[in-house]
Protein backbone atom coordinates (compact mmCIF):
# COMPACT_ATOMS: atom_id res chain seq x y z
CA UNK A 1 0.00 0.00 0.00
CA UNK A 2 2.99 2.16 1.37
CA UNK A 3 4.10 1.70 -2.09
CA UNK A 4 1.23 2.64 -4.19
CA UNK A 5 1.19 5.94 -2.52
CA UNK A 6 4.73 6.79 -2.49
CA UNK A 7 4.10 5.78 -6.69
CA UNK A 8 1.54 8.03 -7.00
CA UNK A 9 3.23 10.55 -5.32
CA UNK A 10 6.14 10.88 -7.35
CA UNK A 11 3.90 10.97 -10.34
CA UNK A 12 2.20 13.77 -9.25
CA UNK A 13 5.46 15.76 -8.46
CA UNK A 14 6.67 14.76 -12.00
CA UNK A 15 3.22 15.94 -13.74
CA UNK A 16 3.34 19.19 -11.22
CA UNK A 17 6.88 19.94 -12.47
CA UNK A 18 6.10 19.25 -16.20
CA UNK A 19 3.58 21.75 -15.92
CA UNK A 20 5.81 24.73 -14.53
CA UNK A 21 8.25 24.03 -16.81
CA UNK A 22 6.28 24.30 -19.93
CA UNK A 23 4.46 27.91 -18.31
CA UNK A 24 8.38 28.98 -18.17
CA UNK A 25 9.21 28.14 -21.92
CA UNK A 26 5.58 29.91 -22.98
CA UNK A 27 6.81 33.08 -21.05
CA UNK A 28 9.94 33.28 -22.49
CA UNK A 29 8.77 32.56 -25.57
CA UNK A 30 5.90 35.26 -25.40
CA UNK A 31 8.79 37.64 -24.25
CA UNK A 32 10.93 37.03 -27.25
CA UNK A 33 7.63 37.65 -29.32
CA UNK A 34 7.16 40.84 -27.92
CA UNK A 35 10.90 41.86 -28.34
CA UNK A 36 11.28 40.95 -31.61
CA UNK A 37 8.05 43.23 -32.12
CA UNK A 38 9.11 46.07 -30.59
CA UNK A 39 12.56 45.96 -32.58
CA UNK A 40 10.79 45.44 -35.93
CA UNK A 41 8.43 48.15 -35.05
CA UNK A 42 10.99 50.45 -34.17
CA UNK A 43 12.64 51.60 -37.46
CA UNK A 44 9.13 52.59 -38.64
CA UNK A 45 8.38 54.82 -35.72
CA UNK A 46 11.56 56.71 -36.43
CA UNK A 47 11.28 56.93 -40.02
CA UNK A 48 7.65 58.16 -39.39
CA UNK A 49 9.19 61.05 -36.84
CA UNK A 50 11.65 61.78 -39.41
CA UNK A 51 8.79 62.33 -42.19
CA UNK A 52 6.92 64.56 -39.96
CA UNK A 53 9.76 66.82 -39.56
CA UNK A 54 10.82 67.05 -43.04
CA UNK A 55 7.09 68.04 -43.37
CA UNK A 56 7.09 70.68 -40.83
CA UNK A 57 10.32 71.62 -42.00
CA UNK A 58 8.73 71.77 -45.73
CA UNK A 59 5.91 73.63 -44.83
CA UNK A 60 8.11 76.33 -42.62
CA UNK A 61 10.20 77.16 -45.58
CA UNK A 62 7.23 77.72 -48.21
CA UNK A 63 5.83 79.81 -45.70
CA UNK A 64 9.11 81.95 -45.41
CA UNK A 65 8.84 82.07 -49.20
CA UNK A 66 5.21 83.50 -48.93
CA UNK A 67 6.11 86.06 -46.49
CA UNK A 68 9.57 87.17 -48.14
CA UNK A 69 10.11 90.00 -49.71
CA UNK A 70 11.33 91.72 -53.09
CA UNK A 71 14.84 92.39 -52.41
CA UNK A 72 15.84 96.15 -51.76
CA UNK A 73 18.77 97.38 -53.95
CA UNK A 74 21.04 99.92 -53.58
CA UNK A 75 23.60 101.22 -55.57
CA UNK A 76 26.79 103.61 -54.06
CA UNK A 77 26.46 107.19 -56.20
CA UNK A 78 29.49 107.11 -58.42
CA UNK A 79 30.22 108.70 -61.70
CA UNK A 80 28.95 105.97 -63.67
CA UNK A 81 25.64 106.06 -61.29
CA UNK A 82 24.85 109.92 -61.73
CA UNK A 83 21.51 110.33 -63.16
CA UNK A 84 21.28 112.69 -65.81
CA UNK A 85 20.96 116.35 -65.05
CA UNK A 86 17.16 117.41 -66.37
CA UNK A 87 17.08 120.85 -68.49
CA UNK A 88 15.23 123.84 -66.76
CA UNK A 89 12.09 125.28 -68.61
CA UNK A 90 13.21 127.87 -71.34
CA UNK A 91 11.88 131.24 -69.95
CA UNK A 92 12.97 132.35 -73.61
CA UNK A 93 10.33 132.52 -76.15
CA UNK A 94 13.42 133.43 -78.99
CA UNK A 95 16.97 133.66 -79.13
CA UNK A 96 17.74 137.96 -78.07
CA UNK A 97 20.32 139.54 -80.47
CA UNK A 98 22.05 142.89 -79.49
CA UNK A 99 24.63 144.75 -81.26
CA UNK A 100 26.62 147.12 -79.93
CA UNK A 101 29.65 149.37 -80.79
CA UNK A 102 28.59 149.81 -84.81
CA UNK A 103 27.74 145.62 -84.72
CA UNK A 104 31.28 145.05 -84.31
CA UNK A 105 30.25 143.22 -80.60
CA UNK A 106 27.11 141.20 -81.30
CA UNK A 107 25.17 139.60 -78.28
CA UNK A 108 23.22 136.98 -78.49
CA UNK A 109 20.82 135.46 -75.56
CA UNK A 110 19.69 132.00 -76.20
CA UNK A 111 18.60 130.46 -72.68
CA UNK A 112 17.06 132.09 -69.66
CA UNK A 113 15.88 129.95 -66.62
CA UNK A 114 15.66 128.92 -63.17
CA UNK A 115 18.49 126.76 -61.42
CA UNK A 116 20.03 126.03 -58.39
CA UNK A 117 23.61 125.77 -59.97
CA UNK A 118 25.08 125.63 -63.74
CA UNK A 119 28.53 124.84 -64.88
CA UNK A 120 30.44 125.60 -67.93
CA UNK A 121 29.55 123.99 -71.23
CA UNK A 122 32.98 121.11 -71.26
CA UNK A 123 33.14 121.35 -67.02
CA UNK A 124 34.98 119.04 -65.29
CA UNK A 125 32.44 117.93 -62.66
CA UNK A 126 35.18 118.19 -59.70
CA UNK A 127 36.06 121.63 -60.53
CA UNK A 128 35.06 124.12 -58.42
CA UNK A 129 35.90 126.90 -60.45
CA UNK A 130 34.06 125.53 -63.56
CA UNK A 131 30.18 125.54 -61.32
CA UNK A 132 28.11 128.55 -59.79
CA UNK A 133 25.56 127.97 -57.13
CA UNK A 134 23.23 129.50 -55.41
CA UNK A 135 24.19 130.38 -51.30
CA UNK A 136 21.34 128.89 -49.55
CA UNK A 137 17.75 127.25 -49.65
CA UNK A 138 15.75 130.08 -49.83
CA UNK A 139 18.05 131.59 -52.87
CA UNK A 140 17.85 130.28 -56.69
CA UNK A 141 19.33 131.74 -59.88
CA UNK A 142 17.68 133.53 -62.82
CA UNK A 143 20.43 132.03 -65.23
CA UNK A 144 21.17 133.49 -68.82
CA UNK A 145 23.05 131.68 -71.65
CA UNK A 146 24.74 132.64 -74.74
CA UNK A 147 27.67 134.07 -76.90
CA UNK A 148 29.54 136.94 -76.90
CA UNK A 149 31.35 137.81 -80.59
CA UNK A 150 34.02 140.74 -80.52
CA UNK A 151 35.13 141.59 -83.81
CA UNK A 152 36.93 144.52 -82.07
CA UNK A 153 40.81 145.03 -81.10
CA UNK A 154 40.07 145.67 -77.79
CA UNK A 155 38.89 143.18 -74.94
CA UNK A 156 35.12 143.52 -74.54
CA UNK A 157 33.47 143.75 -70.80
CA UNK A 158 29.97 143.05 -70.06
CA UNK A 159 27.86 142.49 -67.36
CA UNK A 160 29.17 144.54 -64.22
CA UNK A 161 28.30 148.47 -63.16
CA UNK A 162 31.75 149.87 -65.15
CA UNK A 163 30.69 147.99 -68.63
CA UNK A 164 29.30 149.37 -71.39
CA UNK A 165 27.07 146.43 -71.80
CA UNK A 166 24.94 145.94 -68.33
CA UNK A 167 21.85 144.05 -67.02
CA UNK A 168 19.48 144.01 -64.21
CA UNK A 169 15.95 142.17 -63.72
CA UNK A 170 13.23 143.87 -62.19
CA UNK A 171 10.32 141.61 -60.52
CA UNK A 172 6.56 142.64 -59.93
CA UNK A 173 7.10 146.46 -61.23
CA UNK A 174 9.24 147.02 -57.88
CA UNK A 175 12.35 144.62 -57.06
CA UNK A 176 15.35 145.23 -58.95
CA UNK A 177 18.20 142.83 -58.70
CA UNK A 178 21.81 143.45 -60.53
CA UNK A 179 23.33 141.01 -62.43
CA UNK A 180 26.52 139.01 -62.33
CA UNK A 181 28.86 137.83 -65.58
CA UNK A 182 31.20 135.11 -66.23
CA UNK A 183 32.78 134.17 -69.65
CA UNK A 184 34.02 130.05 -70.37
CA UNK A 185 37.62 129.99 -70.84
CA UNK A 186 40.43 127.41 -71.78
CA UNK A 187 37.66 125.67 -74.34
CA UNK A 188 34.88 125.86 -72.13
CA UNK A 189 36.31 124.03 -69.46
CA UNK A 190 36.25 126.55 -66.40
CA UNK A 191 34.90 130.19 -65.78
CA UNK A 192 37.13 132.99 -66.23
CA UNK A 193 36.30 136.85 -65.73
CA UNK A 194 33.34 139.31 -67.12
CA UNK A 195 35.09 139.94 -70.49
CA UNK A 196 35.83 139.03 -73.82
CA UNK A 197 39.17 139.35 -75.48
CA UNK A 198 39.50 140.84 -78.97
CA UNK A 199 38.55 139.22 -82.36
CA UNK A 200 36.94 135.85 -80.14
CA UNK A 201 33.42 134.63 -79.97
CA UNK A 202 33.14 133.03 -76.16
CA UNK A 203 30.13 131.49 -74.34
CA UNK A 204 29.11 134.04 -71.77
CA UNK A 205 26.80 133.49 -68.75
CA UNK A 206 24.54 136.09 -66.81
CA UNK A 207 22.80 135.53 -63.98
CA UNK A 208 20.57 137.00 -61.22
CA UNK A 209 20.53 135.55 -57.25
CA UNK A 210 16.80 136.38 -55.92
CA UNK A 211 14.77 134.99 -53.35
CA UNK A 212 13.25 131.39 -54.46
CA UNK A 213 9.80 132.87 -54.91
CA UNK A 214 10.22 135.09 -57.65
CA UNK A 215 11.06 131.89 -59.39
CA UNK A 216 7.32 130.47 -57.80
CA UNK A 217 4.77 132.90 -58.98
CA UNK A 218 3.36 134.14 -62.17
CA UNK A 219 3.85 138.14 -61.43
CA UNK A 220 5.66 140.31 -64.34
CA UNK A 221 9.60 139.90 -64.54
CA UNK A 222 11.64 142.10 -66.96
CA UNK A 223 15.55 141.64 -68.19
CA UNK A 224 16.24 145.12 -69.18
CA UNK A 225 19.73 144.98 -71.26
CA UNK A 226 21.45 148.86 -70.94
CA UNK A 227 23.79 148.74 -74.33
CA UNK A 228 25.56 152.19 -73.46
CA UNK A 229 22.73 154.76 -72.81
CA UNK A 230 19.94 152.98 -74.43
CA UNK A 231 17.98 150.70 -72.46
CA UNK A 232 16.05 147.49 -74.05
CA UNK A 233 13.14 146.00 -71.99
CA UNK A 234 12.73 142.20 -72.17
CA UNK A 235 9.74 140.79 -70.44
CA UNK A 236 10.31 137.29 -69.29
CA UNK A 237 6.47 136.64 -68.13
Known sequence: MEKKWVGLLITLLLAVSLAACGSTNESAKNDDNQSN???ANAPENESSVQKEDDIDAQESDEKNEETKKEAEVFRSSGKDAEKPVQQAENLFDSDKVFYY????????????????KFSASNADPDDTWSMRE???DTQILFHITGTINNDTTDRFHFGHQLAPVKFSLLYDGKHEFESLATAEEENGTKFGNS??????????????????PVSETDKPLVLNVLLGEEEIEIPIR
Do not use: G, M, Q
Request: charged share 15%; no cysteine; aromatic share 8%.
Open 195 to 212: SVAALTKTNVHIYFKVPT
Open 101 to 116: DNDSVEITLTNASFVK
Open 134 to 136: ANA
Open 37 to 39: TSN
